[in-house]
């Protein structure tokens, strides 16, 4: 038989946002894979060299499209660690109940596009008819639907408006609701379960060695979440539990993906009933025009809801950054677990792999 | 910590360590042992390499190559564990013009990408690296882009502004 | 909406089945492509403006440009609409493709999408809400009923100098021209 070499492109009903892959297959196996990324490319860590400090937050979000709360989240932490600024209480608790918010938005946009690809247009629907409904709360709250930008170093930028709360659990309940449903239909269907067990298996020691965090690491039975290692905002005053499952394959990430979102519906009920009645919700900052933070530099942490998020920070005594560097988590699970991962697979398991790695393009191009 | 402190001091010699926060720490040091350093610290048990990053130091004339490694966890995190928080931040420097260095590949297998963007955006040739070719830009640039001297506004007025619309190159040939 | 529709079907009825028939081609360019998966469910129903998403290029006739174009997706950008079938239309989304927009000063992104290809229309916001994607979807059947929306014919017409901006800003192109020296008219 021949090898040939294919290009799986950025024009592709299965691709996860504008990435490409060149395959080298020979019959309908791939021997070899060659991620080829920079579709996205905009030069995001020299334009945030030549804007202020408060300047670089419009910039900031639009670095993960699904996602752009935990950006926001990692930026100001930097910043904070930088300046030496504190949060308030009231102002923790607000943080957390936006971030977790963001994570089950982020993880029906992802079981989205899994059953999408897969040819299950029924659950499709109803995950994109759900985040609607999680994104009208984020309209009321913030203004707009896709880019929030909500957080600012030292706290959030508002508080709650009235009657804010009883109508996020309405919502949350709607979804939570329907969650025998999605189980009965998808889940637990033997097609799935044929098309996604013993499909990309990465097990643990090849993980490690190629630095893959979040939920390649969960579906191994690891718990490696950030919450719990550095917990930061308000994570260490509630109780919550870090799902795993034992086999490697894609089945596996799926199901700790649903665990994931179920856990943090039941987060934000718990963080919702200990919100600190009054107070601060911002610490105040100095004026953004003229705002210079001390020479030195830091390297923050979180989790999103791909695993974690690094920021390396560099500050000179100016008043824009010297260096900034994101390590986000697909950085290293689009490029060097995905090569890894698609060896001896067929080639119509190609998006099946690659969108259960839990991989967004933009996150890797910067 | 402060065992393992001990032990690199007496073990190396050229470094400077010290603490930036409750949970980092930083160590700078000549460009000779970050090999030997990181097989060091690899066995020690700090094997997850977050991030290779460089910063451009042009005042000095010196590009400051940053390695970041942390601890995975082997089971279930106790949380009085102070082991398993840490990060080390390993710093080096290198002269900028000809900018050479050589590659932790060997140590780390998940260092390919961060090096072959490192090559692009800032010119540095690792040795050692089995494909340093283009990963995100579409051509070759005469200064790397990331550099302090690569002056985006002149560049992109020189590329951009200089193509004509449509109905002034109507006009043009005409 | 139109209100003397049976009196159109009759006059014309190629460029109607044309308008309310529009097959977009699925291809994520940039940012905007977050708000397109809501334009296309159950919620913002895009399928009774009569939208849908196809796999490939030769089945298209709408081409939604979704936000800022770097120079690698430009080169993709070019052969896809060069394989859709005519009459096709261009939309681009926000106002990266105008002007630049936020990355006006970047090294990677193009500044001025019209100098490549033709756009038919811009719609406004950063990224555009569904509604806004449908009110200006009616403005392109508009366009189309006024025999304004022919960018493939400018295309057509004018591809030499289509061709020598795009080779000034790539150099040598890959692919063969579209349209050879000896078929243009004028």
């Not at chain 1, 290009?7 to 490409?20: A, C, I, K, R």
């Not at chain 1, 690809?117 to 203004?143: I, N, P, S």
């Not at chain 2, 990060?87 to 080096?92: A, G, L, M």
Request: a neutral charge.
């Amino acid at each position: 038989m021949r090898e040939l070499e294919l290009y799986f492109g950025p024009q592709h009903l299965g691709m996860v946002g504008n990435f490409s892959i060149t395959l080298k297959v020979e019959g309908d196996k791939i021997i070899k894979a060659d991620a080829n990324p920079g579709y996205l490319h905009r030069g995001f860590e020299k334009l945030m060299e030549e804007r202020t400090w408060m300047q670089n937050f419009p910039l900031v979000c639009r670095i993960n499209v699904v996602e752009p709360d935990h950006m926001e989240l990692i930026y100001s932490m930097g910043v904070e660690k930088l300046a030496d600024i504190e949060v308030p209480e009231r102002g923790k608790f607000l943080r957390s109940i936006y971030c977790e918010m963001a994570r089950v938005n982020s993880h029906l946009f992802g079981l989205w596009a899994y059953s999408n690809m897969l040819g299950f247009d029924t659950v499709a629907h109803w995950a994109m008819y759900h985040r609607d409904l999680l994104l009208d709360r984020f309209e009321e709250l913030t203004g707009g639907r896709v880019y929030h930008i909500y957080l600012r170093p030292g706290g959030v930028r508002r508080d709650f408006p009235e009657g804010f709360t009883t109508k996020l659990v309405e919502t949350l309940h709607k979804i939570g609701g329907k969650v025998p449903d999605y189980n009965q239909t998808f889940f637990e269907n033997s097609l799935f379960r044929k098309r996604a067990e013993g499909i990309g298996i990465v097990n643990l020691d090849e993980a490690k060695r190629m630095g893959a965090v979040g939920h390649i690491l969960k579906a191994n039975g690891v718990k490696y979440d950030i919450r719990k290692i550095e917990p930061y905002d308000a994570y260490d005053q509630v109780e919550f539990d870090i799902p795993t499952q034992t086999g490697a394959d894609a089945y596996s990430r799926l199901l700790t993906i649903r665990d994931d979102m179920i856990e943090s519906v039941h987060m934000i009920f718990k963080l919702i009933d200990k919100i600190p009645p009054e107070g601060d919700v911002y610490t105040k900052t100095p004026n953004p025009f003229k705002w210079t933070i001390p020479a030195g530099e830091s390297y923050v942490r979180c989790e999103s809801s791909r695993g974690e998020l690094g920021l390396y920070i560099v500050s000179d005594g100016g008043e824009k950054p010297y260096r900034v560097h994101f390590n986000t988590p697909s950085y290293n699970h689009g490029l060097t677990v995905l090569e890894k991962a698609l060896e001896g697979e067929n080639i119509a398991d190609v998006g099946n792999i690659m969108i259960s790695l839990y991989v967004v393009a933009p996150e890797i191009d910067r | 910590m402060d065992e393992l402190i001990k032990k690199l001091q007496t073990d190396f010699d050229g470094l400077e360590i010290s603490t930036l926060a409750k949970t980092r720490i930083t160590i700078s040091t000549k460009k000779e042992s970050i090999l030997l350093l990181l097989s060091y610290l690899k066995r020690m048990g700090y094997d997850h390499l977050a991030i290779i990053s460089c910063n451009d130091w042009i005042k000095d004339n010196e590009l400051e190559l940053v390695y970041i490694v942390s601890h995975y966890l082997e089971k279930d995190y106790g949380p009085d564990s102070e082991i398993d928080k840490f990060n080390i931040i390993i710093k080096t420097r290198i002269p900028r013009e000809k900018a050479r260095f050589v590659t932790v590949l060997d140590v780390f297998e998940n260092a390919e990408p961060y090096e072959r963007e490192l090559h692009e955006m800032f010119g540095i040739y690792f040795e050692g690296h089995p494909r340093l070719t283009l990963l995100m830009l579409e051509r070759n640039y005469k200064i790397p882009p990331f550099r302090k001297d690569f002056n985006t506004k002149k560049y992109v007025d020189d590329l951009y502004g200089n193509i004509p619309t449509i109905e002034e190159r109507k006009k043009g040939k005409k | 909406m139109d209100r003397n529709q049976i009196g159109k079907w009759f006059k014309n009825p190629s460029k109607m089945a044309n308008k309310y028939s529009l097959h977009a081609i699925y291809f994520c360019t940039g940012c905007g492509i977050i708000e397109i998966p809501p334009s296309i469910t159950t919620r913002w129903d895009a399928e009774r403006f009569g939208i849908i998403p196809v796999a490939t290029p030769r089945q298209a006739n709408l081409f939604m440009i979704t936000g800022y174009v770097s120079t690698k997706t430009l080169k993709a950008i070019i052969r896809t609409y060069e394989q859709m079938p005519e009459p096709k239309y261009t939309v681009a989304f926000g106002s990266c493709p105008i002007n630049g927009g936020m990355y006006y000063d970047s090294y990677n992104t193009i500044k001025c999408l019209d100098k490549f290809i033709p756009v038919d229309g811009y719609i406004a916001g950063c990224m555009p809400r569904p509604e806004a994607v449908f009110i200006g979807v009616t403005h392109l059947w508009k366009l189309i009923d006024m025999d304004k929306a022919n960018g493939y014919k400018k295309y057509r017409e004018n591809y030499p100098f289509y061709r020598a901006n795009q080779e000034q800003l790539f150099g040598d192109l890959d692919w063969p021209p579209l349209f050879p020296k000896e078929n243009t008219n004028g």
